[in-house]
């Protein structure tokens, strides 16, 4: 699976990740074919190589001749849908879009379509939107990571006067999203940038393991104290290894009915696995340790249904990976009645045959046989059928 981390260190924007895209591989003809399905009428756009603070970086610019054009949120989707773009280009940066839509919506209190979109609706926004959903579908990207954000801080000049920084826009696009201002007075996080991530992005606080196959950097517009670009690396991740988020805390002061019911509220919530084990605690108190497997980005919710359920304190949050076989579910036909059979596939071979539990169980009952017998007939079953395919 091909995935991409982004290195947000200087905020992201636009133009940032179409030159990230560009140094990683991406043909400018390919681009501007694709481009040049929208019609927004004469621009140009253009990739320099440059520096910045002694970092190679690919700085990507769109000049055209409007100026100050205002766009509504219909406008662009129009522009969008009756584009030559493929349908999930389409998909993609409506919804990318649609973010910046519903932000600028809620900071000026107006329906989404009476708002003016100025800075956004120019045709270079269009263009870096579109070239970034472009770059990911062109690498197959399937799965994107980020750092947390830097976002810079002090005052913006915009369409809409002096604005406080990280942008009103941007910080609603951005909630729930790791952010920190890392004390540079001016503006490293656009709207425009935040919803690309958000669009597609997982929030990780360390790189995710991967066969790493090159690294692109996209330059800001302005030379900083720090070197401003966005590494996006791009790599491989094996189809059978996957990376996972491992919560664990200790209780010693639980009733088990409260247990066993934050148990189905974690699995409800999207845990992968939840489990728990007797341990010994201080005291000599005797106690358990809740273990929650979690899937990358949304460990957040995880730990507050934690808190909110138990009396815990503190947990212990980390990083994991881990392999999975493929599952398949087959149904099969025994004399005593159809019943599931999970397969187990492990680079393609059959590991396990596992007729479902609950199949089982009900035929037993019905038929007043010993589920063993029944687990039996079904797997044989199973494993002739597997033969014939």
């Known amino acids: 699976m091909k995935i991409a981390y982004f290195n947000c260190f ?27 399905k929208i019609a927004i009428g004469d621009y140009e756009i253009k990739s320099t190589r440059v520096t910045k603070q002694n970092i190679g970086a690919v700085k990507f610019d769109v000049s055209a001749e409007e100026h100050k054009v205002v766009r509504t949120w219909s406008n662009i ?3 969008i849908e009756d584009s030559g773009l493929s349908d999930k280009i389409k998909a993609d940066s409506l919804a990318i879009f649609k973010r910046i839509a519903e932000a600028e919506a809620k900071v000026h209190r107006k329906p989404i379509d009476q708002v003016h979109f100025h800075e956004v609706g ?3 926004s269009i263009v ?19 750092s947390p954000v830097a976002t810079g801080m002090g005052m913006a000049k915009t369409e809409h006067g002096l604005l406080p920084l990280p942008a009103p826009a941007t910080l609603d696009i951005l909630e729930g999203a790791p952010i920190y201002s890392s004390s540079i007075p001016t503006e490293l996080t656009t709207p425009t940038g935040a919803a690309i991530l958000k669009q597609y992005a997982s929030f990780v606080g360390e790189v995710p393991q991967m066969r790493l196959e090159r690294t692109g950097y996209g330059a800001g517009m302005r030379d900083l104290e720090i070197p401003n670009v966005l590494p996006v690396m791009l790599g491989e991740v094996e189809e059978e290894t996957e990376n996972v988020v491992l919560i664990e805390t200790n209780i010693d002061d639980i009733s ?25 605690m201080k005291k000599n108190r005797p106690g358990v340790a809740l273990s929650v497997l979690v899937p990358v980005g949304h460990e957040e919710e995880i730990i507050d249904k934690i808190f909110s359920e138990t009396s815990t304190l503190g947990l212990r949050v980390s990083k994991q990976s881990r392999r999975v076989a493929e599952r398949e579910i087959i149904s099969v036909d025994t004399p005593l009645g159809r019943i599931n059979t999970k397969v187990g596939k492990y680079k393609g071979k059959i590991i396990s045959v596992a007729p479902e539990y609950d199949d089982v169980s009900k035929i037993a009952m019905q038929k007043r046989r ?20």
């Open 370 to 389: 010993p589920l063993r017998e029944i687990y039996d007939l079904a797997k044989e079953a199973a494993v002739e059928k597997l033969k014939g395919l």
């Open 77 to 79: 989707r129009e522009l």
């Open 256 to 280: 088990a009915e409260v247990l066993g019911y934050t148990m189905e509220s974690l699995l409800e919530l999207g845990a992968l696995d939840v489990w728990f084990t007797p341990i010994e």
């Open 10 to 36: 200087a905020g992201i924007s636009g133009d940032m990740t179409v030159g990230a895209l560009l140094d990683l591989g991406l043909p400018v003809d390919i681009l501007e074919q694709e481009l040049a």
């Open 128 to 146: 870096d939107v579109v070239s970034s959903v472009i770059g990911i579908n062109y690498f197959g990207i399937e799965q994107v990571y980020s």
């Open 122 to 124: 120019a045709v270079d």
